[in-house]
């Protein structure tokens, strides 16, 4: 964390256009900030995430911060974060994604943060794992709670990329664990959502083991 509060002090450059940053500029510079291509999923009712409310009864609401394109200049910060060992952007976008929900009025009250958990081999070899720093993030601008140990991913499938959303639900299917946990509601966290069936293999495990709890998803990223 030492090195993420260096970071945020000393802030460089542009994590998206590489420009030198000035005055109160962290992580990227004013008209990257300002272009940032925002869903705004937590403000307008009816979006793509609203189709996994259908399939999960106990799911109350799904957003994502950002629209994720392959041509996008954005797409660096989220590599960067994902695979660069970035992880303070993570924690950065969190915190400005965080202050996005508590504007809206869709949001519950006071979730607890549930981050999508990696397995414990494909943590070490990555060395953190992203939905953690994201969900900090969100926490820290939110005041919500946050627990990291409510859930374990028991094993990591193989890349889903090539994968259509039946498929993925297949392939993801069983590849988490939770533990009984005393809150009402909770909010599901991670980087990116394709198809939504990584979060809702986590949200099932949850519901297995806790009937009656509501979930919410928020993701970094929507892939388009
Ligand atoms: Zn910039």
Same mark, same amino acid.
């Given at each position: !964390?030492?090195?993420?509060?260096?970071?945020?002090?000393?802030? @460089?450059?542009?994590?998206?256009?590489?420009?030198?940053?000035?005055?109160?500029?962290? !992580?990227?510079?004013?008209?990257?900030?300002?272009?940032l291509?925002?869903?705004?999923?937590?403000?307008?009712?009816?979006?793509?995430?609203? $189709?996994?409310?259908?399939?999960?009864?106990?799911?109350?609401?799904?957003?994502?911060?950002?629209?994720?394109?392959?041509?996008?200049?954005?797409?660096?910060?989220?590599?960067?974060?994902?695979? @660069?060992?970035?992880? $303070?952007? @993570?924690?950065?976008?969190g915190?400005?994604?965080?202050?996005?929900?508590?504007?809206?009025? /869709?949001?519950?009250? #006071?979730?607890?943060?549930? =981050?999508?958990? !990696?397995?414990s081999? /494909?943590?070490?070899?990555r060395?953190?794992?992203?939905?953690?720093?994201?969900?900090?993030?969100?926490?820290?601008?939110?005041?919500?709670?946050?627990?990291?140990?409510?859930? /374990?991913?028991?094993?990591?499938?193989?890349?889903?990329?090539?994968?259509?959303?039946?498929?993925?639900?297949? #392939?993801?299917? #069983?590849?988490?664990?939770?533990?009984?946990? =005393?809150?009402?509601?909770?909010?599901?966290v991670?980087?990116?959502?394709?198809?939504?069936?990584? !979060?809702?293999?986590?949200?099932?495990?949850?519901?297995?083991? #806790?009937?009656?709890?509501?979930?919410?998803?928020?993701?970094?990223?929507?892939?388009?």
């Amino acid at each position: !964390m030492r090195g993420s509060v260096r970071d945020l002090c000393f802030p @460089g450059t542009c994590r998206v256009c590489g420009r030198v940053l000035i005055g109160q500029e962290k !992580m990227m510079c004013l008209p990257c900030l300002y272009d940032l291509p925002r869903t705004y999923h937590w403000i307008f009712p009816f979006h793509f995430l609203t $189709e996994i409310l259908s399939c999960m009864p106990s799911c109350t609401w799904a957003t994502s911060f950002l629209f994720f394109r392959e041509e996008s200049p954005y797409r660096k910060l989220l590599h960067r974060f994902k695979y @660069g060992g970035e992880k $303070e952007i @993570g924690l950065y976008m969190g915190f400005l994604y965080g202050k996005e929900l508590l504007r809206s009025h /869709k949001t519950p009250p #006071n979730p607890v943060i549930i =981050p999508v958990p !990696m397995s414990s081999l /494909k943590r070490r070899k990555r060395g953190y794992n992203q939905a953690e720093w994201l969900a900090a993030g969100i926490a820290l601008a939110t005041g919500w709670g946050l627990d990291v140990s409510a859930v /374990k991913r028991t094993r990591e499938k193989t890349s889903q990329t090539v994968y259509g959303r039946e498929e993925r639900r297949e #392939n993801i299917k #069983n590849s988490f664990i939770a533990k009984r946990i =005393p809150y009402r509601e909770v909010l599901v966290v991670d980087d990116i959502i394709t198809t939504g069936a990584t !979060m809702e293999s986590c949200a099932r495990a949850i519901l297995e083991i #806790n009937p009656g709890v509501l979930i919410g998803f928020a993701s970094l990223a929507y892939v388009e």
